[in-house]
């Protein structure tokens, strides 16, 4: 049951406000695309025991989509910010590294 | 014999008595008593049986630990099995029934098995009915289930008379547990200044301490409760509830609390259970701790207890299980249980200390009082069955020769305490093992974390391994600071009280008794009583390979009933890790999960259930369904008529009724609950050919198209008619399940990943009521309205064309009519404001009687779709199914250079030719064939199966054509018309049907099209 503030509205939500939207920063591949490349976009994801960034939806409070950097292992949240960004922005990464020295998740550190 | 004291009973009201029942037998006790209590009071020393060898079992605690004493409890719609005579409170007319006997408790036939007992050992589930084979079926299958589970299911046609709720609270500290240390702890979380809530799972307050005995700041303990409870009730940043467990602590800080409201006195009005969802910023968790039984011979006997357990008995409701009793640790504690005897005028008979040395303070004082004290000695065995008879002595280190035998009726039993960690633990708290204390206390340096990453449980008093009184206060006292403190309320300076008491020396690790015990004393020493798990049951399973506690736990059953291992626990891994000669704390605990205590299901469904268990919605015509015979099916939320049934008709018959009349004169179906989204801005038109297969921003304003939906996958996730409605605004009709599926699909695009595009997407499904009028009669019943009113939007065939839609006026309403048609007869949808919806729908049906008007359902609806070959989103696609599968290539735009989907149908898979494709099917014989039957093709599959070459997907009595139509997806179907395929029933028959055009009626479409 996490808490997870809604960047948008304000609002610290309980996971009851929430719907779970999978790895964030995916990006899209469409017509044109190699299979492998395709082929990753649908399916492949990061499981990691640590560091991981999702997208959420506050599905049942300001029907907005977030994303959230949180620890897998512990639960603790880094923070939560805009879905319109390709990735993320510079103080969630400060955030992280003030706690988890040296972290790494796909290609950003 | 169990009965009670002339004094003492500190908890109960001797001037009131309360009549009840065990087993239809009538007794009394007292106001205060638990049901144990009073069960002791009148001698029934053997309360239910065993799970696995029906042994004779008796109350062995007093308190949620208890592992024997479950009952049936009251009857028809408040029976409830398995509940805790040490937990129930007494009320006037309880009538309590012992479980897991047969014919009766005192004769039970299933008690053979204790004599089988040779060949039940652990896994024998496992071992025993592998072979052979048909043996499982016929013997051992009905065998298990006969004897799986304790106590009865409550009768399944009758509803739970009680109510329940659920209750949200917030605060900063939540502390668990009434006792002495969770008192202080509150004291000192509150006094500076923080929110805190203090729950108590009994229905008094001070846990143990009172019966201990000691001093506190000098007063005698329970008189410093009493104080320190009336301090707290006067602050207003405190909140109180005793009768309310401590469920299970979760992430972030969520708490589960469990309120017995009316338990005590049932049938008062007020809801049974409250379940609190507590969010906590901080939780103290003094939860106190739980005495181990000793694993010697017969230590199931009934009438041996533990020791602290025989204590409570005596001082809290002034019972003694027995007039001569048998005292036998490992540690100082026991020793108040004795006292407590000797003082209320019980015979101590001897005292076994397995210590070689023996005891301090505690010792000397019962010496003094002339009870012969034993060191270095145990128990080799019980004797008794029904109850204890006499005791065998031995010494500690031996095999068990028995040096005396005495006459003894109770043994008070103490193994050692081991803190009550499961709510430290359930959210990830680690332990560690304290070798002096001999148990697993919280490693306060690795809490559980919250979502700041810091710690948000603090364990306290004897919960946190801080055991003397003393000790234990002055811990509660700085955890409730520091709880505060870390929910951001600065500590105030609050001196923990001066806790007094005797000074113990330490406890001894006694895992066995005797420590080299044979065989024949070890397979009748109980590790989990409610489980029937013994030392050699956990032995063997160490022998046969099993390392890991959790295997063993599972291997064994040990701890995996319902008391989940309060008591057995450690001394089960205990023994272990004795079997493995490995040390206790490289073997581990088994996972702590919550309940801490098992909880009702009505408390965790709440208010959740008949009507409210989950909104219904309803469309504005509703009311008038409900009065004309609708048969109501589920859609989604909703509630659709799937026919309307008249007296004297079938469901059947009304549906056949419904398709011929709406095919000859007139239908009315309530389409109000097809999802209605107005997508709208300057890119609409470029968001939606992302969203549909087909080209949606070529479309004219006044047009209607058809389009097909699919997932990034490739696969249909819906279809729907879309309205071009002015430049920049389209509205998009979907299923009527996938109203709120595919907003919220769009929405999530239109956020993510386009969210540069100017779109907005409202859900307007439930501002307007809408209703397909169909059949040859359509449009002279919409004329006839527009001539009574004088006026009207122009419905002719030229004005408003098949695949249009048109504003304006139908008699009195206002309106939007649409020419669109999911029958192939002549139709008009036609949507008016919500408020609208039953008046029109009265209107028509008015208007509609010269021309044979019938209102029609959800399955007449689906024949005449089926009879005209239209998918439906759910029955031609299961998720897998893409829209080349049903032929659709149609719908698949080659324009577009990108839509959802598209890439998708370019994969291998997608675009292999041998993907089952849909055609017509037709019976033989005109029969029906069977929903979801699969067609056999040739030969057999790797697991030697027959092959499956297509499955049925709709299937349906056509009344229009007097014979079963059907629609499925085959193998190369579309290149095998008038092939017959064979479909296996599951009523053993085997339909045969012939592969044909999938549209059955008009295929000229000329019907709809006038
Ligand atoms: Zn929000």
Known sequence: ?109 | MSTRLASQGRLIDRSKTIEFTFNGKRMTGHAGDTLASALLANDQMMVGRSFKYHRPRGVVASGSEEPNALVGLNSGDRFEPNQRATTTELFSGLAAQSQNHWPNLEFDIGAVNTYLARWLPAGFYYKTFIHPKPFWKHVYEPFIRQSAGLGKAPDKELKDADTYEHFYFFCDVMVVGGGVAGLQAAKAAAASGAKVLLIEQNAHWGGRAPVDGGTIDGMEPGAWVEKTLAELQAMDNVTLRSRTMGSGVYDHGYALGYERINDHEPGNGAPRHRLWRIRAKQIVTATGAIERPLSFAGNDVPGVMLASAMRDYVVNWGVTPGQKVVVVTNNDDAYRTALALHDAGVEVVRVLDARSAGGGALMEEVRQKGIRVECGRAIAKVKGGKRVQKVSICAQNGVGGAQEEISADAVAMSGGWSPVVHLWSHCGGKLIWDDAQVHFRPDASRPPLGADGKGFVLPAGSANGAMGLGEGLADASAAGSAAAEAAGFPAKNVAAPEGVASDELPIEPVWLMPAQADVTLRMKSWLDYQNDVKVTDVQLAAREGYESVEHTKRYTTLGMATDQGKLSNINGLAMLADSLGAAIPDVGTTTFRPPYHPISMGAIGGEARGKVFQPIRQTPMHAWHERNGADFEPVGQWRRPYAFVRSGESVHDAVNREVKNTRENLGLLDASTLGKLVVKGPDAGKFLDMMYTNMMSNLKVGKCRYGLMCSENGFLIDDGVVARIDEDTWLCHTTTGGAERIHGHMEEWLQTEWWDWKVYVANVTEQFAQVAVVGPNARKVLEKLNAQAGSGMDLSAEALPFMEWRDGKIGDFDCRAYRISFSGELSYEIAVPASEGRAFWDALLEAGKEFGVMPYGTECLHIMRAEKGFIMIGDETDGTVIPQDLNMQWALSKKKEDFLGKRAHSRSHMADPDRWKLVGLETVDGSVLPDGAYALGEGVNANGQKNMIGRVTSTYYSATLDKGIAMGLVKHGPDRMGEVLEFPGTDGKTYKAKIVDQVFYDKEGAKQNV
């Open chain 1, 1 to 109: 049951m996490l808490i997870l503030k809604c960047p948008y509205c304000g609002v610290d939500a309980e996971e009851t406000e929430l719907a779970a939207g999978g790895e964030a920063h995916l990006k899209r591949f469409g017509p044109g695309s190699s299979d492998d490349e395709f082929h990753d976009y649908l399916f492949m994801r990061e499981n990691p025991k640590g560091v991981h960034f999702e997208r959420w939806r506050h599905a049942n409070g300001c029907g907005k989509w977030f994303h959230a950097a949180r620890c897998t292992q512990t639960l603790e949240v880094f923070g939560t910010y805009s879905a319109q960004v390709t990735e993320p922005p510079q103080e969630i990464r400060d955030a992280i590294t003030a706690k988890r020295p040296g972290w790494t998740w796909r290609e950003f550190e």
